[in-house]
């Protein structure tokens, strides 16, 4: 599959590319860092 991207520059939706899999550090990583070590609070829902 991924020769086949590479000879038509075409970008095939696989697992790693819908789910954001890869090296790295994504923008989700990031935010749950950051809440987790209390630099950031989450608004709530007004449920």
């Known amino acids: ?8 520059k075409e970008v095939v939706p696989t697992r790693r590319t819908v789910h954001d899999l890869g090296r790295a ?8 860092r950051l809440y987790l070590g209390g630099q950031i609070s989450l608004p709530r829902s007004r449920g």
């Open 25 to 32: 550090i994504t923008h989700k990583r990031i935010i749950i």
């Open 1 to 8: 599959m991924f020769h086949y991207m590479e000879r038509t």
